[in-house]
């Protein structure tokens, strides 16, 4: 089947979709960060046998079973696409590896002369592996459970491919910006046009919906995050609604504390992933009901399970309703995390017991 034709049209609405018509649900749709993932058993099976990370990734069979693994077992309102935001980089031909227990290591990019080891015109056979996933869930997900595509944002991007590798204050990347920020914008400018192109395929494939990861957003000072983080951000959206005006995007600024309002407003997303940090009163009053709002729920507090997940739960949903609003943590779910923790906060969000 060729994958641009997968998308349907819903007999019904898919509950996570409700928000961005307006509607404050209660109980809110829920969907978590990371979801697929190594806490999972039936997870780290298909993981070993997968071969690396990246073929993983790029075996549209595996990365769709992955992805619906968590949604045979606790009935989310949403799966996200199984991938990583580093396809992109490596599509356009920089080198990257995961090393098991160091994270990715890519080429580094420094300098203008480096963004010539890119080929933009490079993408398609990889982009199309992710796309015929994104077709295989659409048809394989239950019917009322919204399928969200992703990309990782240009500034965060970025930052691991002139860095070669994560960093706790992504310098390389800042520093190419600041003492020469038109050769910079150019690596900006690649990474804002081929992630208009992944993620349009990906809603030809079937996404209902999409976010874009700005994981290292907090790093950046106000006027580079506006240049940087805003502004690349802002033509990423335009574009994609250009072409997709019924899609929600939603972006996840981590840490970008007080300027995620100017965030939601100016780059155009339809709704904000609020991180751990961002405090409740402040979403109340910034951000609930000018936008959609996603989070916040510490993924160390789904560790611990118990009466702690039990009050903070309650406290989210109390703050936030009688606006749209979708229930996740703030940022993604780690390793240690029991499975029966994820269950229980199932529960907790839909008012039911297990």
Request: net charge neutral; with cysteine.
């Amino acid at each position: 089947m060729n994958w641009t034709s997968a998308m349907v049209s819903p007999a019904a609405p898919r509950r996570f979709l409700e928000p961005f018509h307006g509607k404050a649900l209660m109980p809110p749709p829920v969907w978590l960060m990371r979801q697929a993932g190594r806490y999972l058993p039936e997870y780290r099976a298909v993981r070993a046998k997968a071969g690396s990370f990246l073929d993983l990734c790029y075996n549209p069979a595996l990365a769709a079973e992955v992805t619906l693994q968590p949604v045979r077992r606790y009935g989310f309102d949403a799966a996200i696409l199984f991938s990583d935001i580093l396809v992109v980089p490596d599509a356009l031909g920089q080198r990257v590896q995961f090393a098991e227990g160091e994270g990715p290591r890519l080429d580094p990019l420094r300098s203008q002369r480096d963004l010539a080891r890119l080929n933009e015109d490079a993408t398609r056979p990889k982009f199309a592996l992710v796309h015929e996933t994104v077709s295989r869930l659409r048809q394989e997900l239950p019917h009322d459970t919204a399928l969200i595509g992703f990309c990782g944002a240009p500034w965060t991007v970025a930052t691991y491919m002139v860095g070669g590798q994560g960093s706790s204050d992504q310098s390389d990347a800042r520093q190419w910006a600041y003492s020469d920020p038109e050769g910079f914008q150019r690596l900006i400018d690649i990474l804002v046009d081929v992630s208009i192109e992944y993620l349009s395929g990906q809603v030809k494939a079937g996404a209902d919906a999409l976010q874009i990861f700005d994981s290292w957003a907090g790093s950046l000072p106000d006027d580079q995050f506006r240049r940087w983080v805003v502004a690349p951000t802002k033509r990423l959206v335009a574009a994609l609604k250009a072409e997709h005006p019924r899609v929600p995007v939603i972006g996840f600024p981590r840490g970008a504390g007080v300027l995620a309002p100017a965030y939601a407003m100016e780059t155009g997303v339809d709704g904000v992933s609020c991180d751990t940090a961002m405090p409740l009163a402040f979403i109340s009053s910034q951000l609930s009901g000018k936008t959609v709002v996603q989070g916040n729920l510490d993924p160390l507090l789904l560790v611990t399970g118990g009466h702690a997940l039990e009050r903070r739960v309650a406290e989210i949903k109390a703050a936030l309703a009688g606006n749209p609003f979708i229930f996740n943590l703030g940022h993604g779910i780690v390793p240690e995390t029991p499975p029966e923790n994820v269950g229980r906060l199932v529960d907790l969000v839909r008012g039911s017991h297990r």
